[in-house]
């Protein structure tokens, strides 16, 4: 008589590969280690925290799905596997609260420093960017070290919405997260660059990394002081400085003496290349080096977008001359703020000038 064979199927997935990073850093240990459990609970906030990161990459389920969502894996994706029902959402609530009470900023710079010793990331560039998370529905704390939702310049472009400002440094070797502060959503990204550099130079021990950033860092203050302790940068000059301005005339005027410096292909259209020259122009008065690029790709792009609005806006005078001694269209100053409305983009290259034609006629009677 043959033996009965029972089979059981469980879903994999990428789950192993995921287990396998987060083990290279020791993630399950330094949970362990910075959120301990209570010698009453079933699981050890650990499990739950490491259950949440693997769901998060994984599948990215809410709290009251991801129960549903372990059941339908293989045993074993946890320290000591337990019943799917123990992980409900009340459970994994206990544990992100467990995550808050405690020290989030040691937890992370262990992690961060355990992540470039396994994978022997390089540090000598460092790039930050800073975005606003918008919170919608009630979030008041007693903590009085909380960050504080704010009303401010809202990137998912909800005003009306509070929100908080995020800042985040990766590793140009394989945009690896660093390290992360959270500010207040009124926080100007300019003042945030200062004690960002201060705390890397601190995790990383040394400050010859270089600090990439955008336009935000480009101020006085900012590239003094990363300047003053032997830092690097390298930052956007916004377009309201006087070097821009005076650079956009010269161009006019003068032949920009470009050299060529690297041509990579077009990540947007195979076989078409983007070639990039530089100039380096005079140091600013502070004495920081000035380089401009030039980019053929957003050279092609920025004639792209300037012909259509150009030819909108002549389709659009062609459409108002029909229209004119009409409605709102019938005194000078009607037609020219119509004029001037339609131009508003292209005035550069548009000029626009409005004629008066009086025809007598004789009346026979």
């Known amino acids: 008589m043959a033996e009965l064979i029972q089979a059981h199927f469980s879903k994999v997935d990428v789950l192993p590969l995921v287990n396998h990073y987060m083990a290279s850093i020791d993630l399950y240990n330094v949970f362990k280690k ?10 050890e906030h650990a499990q739950g925290l490491g259950l949440l990161v693997e769901n998060i990459i994984c599948c990215n389920k809410p709290l009251y799905k991801v129960e549903e969502w372990i059941s339908s894996y293989s045993d074993g994706f946890v320290e000591h596997p337990v019943h799917a029902a123990v992980f409900n959402d009340d459970r994994l609530a206990r544990d992100l609260s467990a995550l808050f009470q405690a020290d989030r900023h040691s937890l992370m710079t262990e992690l961060t420093l355990n992540a470039i010793k396994a994978h022997e990331l390089l540090t000598e560039q460092i790039h930050n960017d800073n975005t606003s998370i918008t919170l919608i529905g009630a979030y008041a704390t007693n903590d009085p070290d909380a960050v504080k939702p704010k009303l401010g310049f809202n990137k998912d472009h909800r005003p009306d919405c ?18 992360f502060d959270l500010f207040d959503g009124n926080t100007n990204d300019d003042v945030t660059h200062i004690p960002n550099w201060n705390a890397l130079r ?6 010859d990394f270089i600090y990439v950033a955008d336009c935000k860092l480009c101020s006085k203050d900012n590239l003094a002081h990363i300047n003053r302790n032997k830092g690097y940068f390298i930052t956007l000059v916004p377009k309201d400085r006087k070097e821009i301005k005076e650079f956009y005339g010269r161009v006019k005027t003068e032949q920009i003496p470009w050299e060529m410096a690297f041509k990579i292909e077009d990540s947007r259209k195979k076989g078409r290349f983007i070639q ?11 004495g920081y080096r000035i380089i401009r690029v030039h980019s053929s790709g957003k050279e092609k792009d920025d004639r792209g977008r300037r012909e ?8 659009n005078l062609e459409e108002l001359s029909g229209k004119l001694n009409r409605r709102h269209l019938k ?19 548009i000029h626009a000038r409005i004629f008066t034609d009086r025809t007598q006629v004789k009346l026979k009677l």
Request: charged share 30%; hydrophobic share 30%.
């Open 34 to 43: 910075y959120v301990p459990g209570s010698s009453k609970c079933l699981v």
């Open 162 to 179: 509070k929100q908080i400002v995020f800042g985040l440094n990766i590793t140009a070797d394989g945009h690896v997260p660093l390290c």
């Open 202 to 207: 601190s995790l990383l021990q040394r400050q």
């Open 276 to 286: 990039y020259r530089t100039f380096e122009d005079k140091k600013s008065k502070e």
């Open 308 to 315: 259509q609005k150009i030819a909108t806006a002549l389709r």
């Open 331 to 349: 005194t000078k100053k009607e037609i020219k703020a119509g004029v001037n409305r339609i131009c508003k983009d292209t005035k550069t290259f």
